[in-house]
C-alpha cells in the first residue's frame, strides 16, 4: 500500500515528579493534542544541532522555569509514532528527571502545569497513545527503591489504520540502587 511522504519530526517528553512522586503535566491549550493532559517537551532546534538530552533542558527551562542539568536527564524511552494524525511522524526522546523537584501549579501560554497522582493518570484526558502505549511502559520500566535508576524501552506505534498498533523494539529493566551509581563509567 502507498502512503503519502511525510515530514519527521524529533522532539522530547520531560518526565518531572516531586518528593512525593506526583508527575508534572501540562494541561494543553495548543495543537498537537489540544486539551490532553501530557508530559511537558518540545520539538528538537535541528538547524542549530541541539542534542535531545539539550532540548529536553531548554523545554524544561522555558516550560516549567527549572535549571535542571544534563546529568539528571535520564533517556527513558524512545518512542516513534508512524503517520501520527495523519500528519506526520515523530520520534520521541522520552526523558526521567532524576530526584525529586518542586514548582508550583501555574498557567502559562500553552496551558496549566500541574502535579498529578500516578493513579490518577487513568481518569486524566490524556492522547491516546500515552493511555495505550507510553504510561503502561512507563510503569513498566519505573525504578525500583530508592537509588534506584528508571529501565528503558523503545516502541514503534503505527498509527496508519484505523486501530493504532505497536511493537515494543528493545527493553532493559531498571537498576536496582546498587547497581544504579554508574559514575566513572564511559
Known amino acids: 500500500m502507498d502512503h503519502p511522504t511525510l515530514p519527521y519530526k524529533l522532539a522530547t517528553l520531560c518526565d518531572i515528579r516531586d518528593a512525593s512522586g506526583r508527575i508534572l503535566l501540562l494541561h494543553r491549550l495548543r495543537e498537537p493534542n489540544k ?12 538547524p542549530s544541532g541541539e542534542s535531545p538530552a539539550q532540548c529536553a533542558k531548554r523545554e524544561i527551562m522555558e516550560e516549567a522555569g527549572l535549571d535542571i542539568p544534563i546529568s539528571r536527564l535520564h533517556l527513558m524511552g524512545l518512542i516513534s509514532e508512524q503517520a501520527f494524525e495523519g500528519k506526520g511522524h515523530w520520534l520521541l526522546f ?28 487513568d481518569t486524566l484526558p490524556l492522547p491516546e497513545t500515552d493511555r495505550k502505549i507510553i504510561w503502561p511502559l512507563v510503569r513498566r520500566h519505573e525504578a525500583t527503591g530508592p537509588g534506584g535508576r528508571p529501565g528503558f524501552f523503545a516502541v ?9 498498533t505497536w511493537t515494543v523494539e528493545e527493553q532493559f529493566d531498571p537498576l536496582p540502587a546498587q547497581r544504579a551509581d554508574l559514575t566513572g563509567l564511559v
Open 94 to 121: 522520552y526523558y526521567r528527571v532524576l530526584g525529586a523537584v518542586e514548582l508550583e501549579a501555574h498557567d502559562m501560554p500553552e496551558g496549566r502545569l500541574e502535579w498529578h497522582a500516578p493513579d490518577e493518570l
Open 156 to 164: 514503534h506505534v503505527d498509527c496508519r489504520g484505523p486501530e493504532m
Open 35 to 46: 486539551g490532553l493532559c501530557s508530559p511537558i517537551g518540545g520539538k528538537l532546534e535541528m
